[in-house]
């Protein structure tokens, strides 16, 4: 399978040739623009509606992973022959498979004939009640497990099934693929190529920002950040780390920093094994066809960084592209108003309606063949 070379793009303009992107992007202006009406029950048809040309065929599923039962959906396109498929892993305040962070997938897949499967993150609805505790390699092992249950359906091509994640799910669906070989793509979205205390610092650095907060409670925000991180590092002490805490959580930007109000002991922190965990090396391990993409305006992620990251990795990985998006932020949305999208209050309610995200995905999955009749 031929797969396009490396391109870093961070200009406004889509990567694509004009006349390629043409029926793309109007494909992709109709999907952002009916995303967040499929997140509702579909209303009955009018009497004069006609039948549409692409039939989804919706199905609960579920499988097994590491001795836990997973509960999901399957969005399937009616087709004589089997379809591409694609895995969806989790960000991390999205972790239920019907989040409308997915909705867009649901979607825009279907209607090019490639499947989609959501399901719920170990520990949340469908999914039991026992998290990863912050292992990355138990997620990653959950969806080569849902890969790998859709290689039984016949409807399915089992050697094209792939995978896409968004935030931190963007983190797990590399890491999958450097673990397996039965998973044919990846997509990463808003993934940072950073560890997640140099992530995490820049995100509450920006929350502070947008919410109206100073600069000296920014700087005591880092301060307790770091302390908290070095402690998990092992070059601090946890007293001092739940010091800092203890005045942090009476402040009003606290909200922002995402932390918990008692310091675990590190031993058994989910935190410490996050911070752990190098993306950078993930991607290297990647060696089938990946596809990274940022919003430019993504307060959360520090994409400039990101992508220099991705540079020296380049030369090693002719199968990635990166692609960044102009205008968009964390969610591959359009926002406005970032005292909205960073106010936690909004965290698991987030939208993907970037009609340049939807064609460079489209055009890419068309590239490597996956579209179906």
């Known amino acids: 399978m031929e797969t396009p070379a490396i391109r870093v793009s961070i200009a406004p303009a889509l990567t694509f040739e004009r006349q390629m992107m043409r029926p793309v992007l109007c494909f992709a202006i109709s999907v952002a623009a009916i995303g967040q009406s499929m997140?509702?029950?579909?209303?009955?048809?009018?009497?004069w509606s006609a039948p549409a040309t692409v039939e989804t065929i919706t199905e609960a599923r579920k499988f097994t992973s590491g001795g836990v039962e997973l509960g999901g959906t399957l969005y399937l396109p009616r087709s004589r022959k089997p379809v591409a498929a694609v895995v969806v892993t989790h960000s991390a305040s999205s972790p239920l498979g019907d989040a409308s962070l997915y909705t867009h997938l649901k979607v825009m897949l279907p209607a090019m004939g490639i499947a989609v499967f959501t399901y719920d993150r170990r520990g949340s609805g469908r999914s039991g009640t026992k998290t990863a505790g912050g292992d990355y390699t138990i997620l990653a092992d959950d969806a080569i497990a849902a890969v790998r249950s859709l290689k039984t359906d016949p409807r399915i091509d089992p050697r094209r099934i792939g995978s896409w994640g968004l935030s931190q799910g963007g983190w797990?669906?590399?890491?999958?693929?450097?673990?397996?070989?039965?998973?044919?793509?990846?997509i990463a979205v808003s993934a940072p190529v950073v560890t997640a205390d140099v992530q995490m610092l820049f995100s509450s650095t920006n929350h502070l920002r947008a919410n109206g907060h100073s600069q000296a409670e920014i700087d005591e925000m880092t301060a307790t950040r770091k302390a908290v991180d070095a402690y998990m590092r092992g070059t601090g002490t946890r007293e001092a780390a739940q010091a800092l805490i203890d005045l942090a959580r009476t402040r009003p930007w606290f909200k922002y920093t995402y932390m918990g109000e008692t310091v675990r002991d590190r031993a058994v922190s989910g935190w410490r094994k996050e911070i752990e965990?190098?993306?950078?090396?993930n991607l290297t391990g990647v060696k089938v066809p990946m596809l990274v993409l940022f919003g430019a305006h993504d307060a959360v992620v520090p994409v400039a960084t990101s992508v220099e990251r991705l540079k020296e990795i380049a030369p090693r990985m002719p199968k990635m592209k990166v692609h960044v998006v102009a205008g968009a932020d964390h969610s591959m949305h359009m926002?406005?108003?970032?005292?909205?999208?960073?106010?936690?209050?909004?965290?698991?309610?987030?939208?993907?309606?970037?009609?340049?995200?939807?064609?460079?995905?489209s055009s890419w999955l068309a590239a490597l063949g996956l579209v179906g009749n």
Do not use: M, W
Not at 335 to 358: C, F, K, M, N
């Open 277 to 281: 965990n190098d993306p950078l090396r």
């Open 172 to 186: 797990i669906s590399p890491l999958a693929a450097s673990r397996s070989p039965e998973i044919a793509f990846v």
């Open 39 to 47: 997140a509702q029950e579909k209303p009955a048809s009018p009497p």
């Open 335 to 361: 926002a406005a108003d970032q005292s909205v999208t960073l106010d936690p209050r909004h965290d698991g309610t987030e939208t993907a309606d970037s009609a340049e995200y939807i064609a460079v995905l």
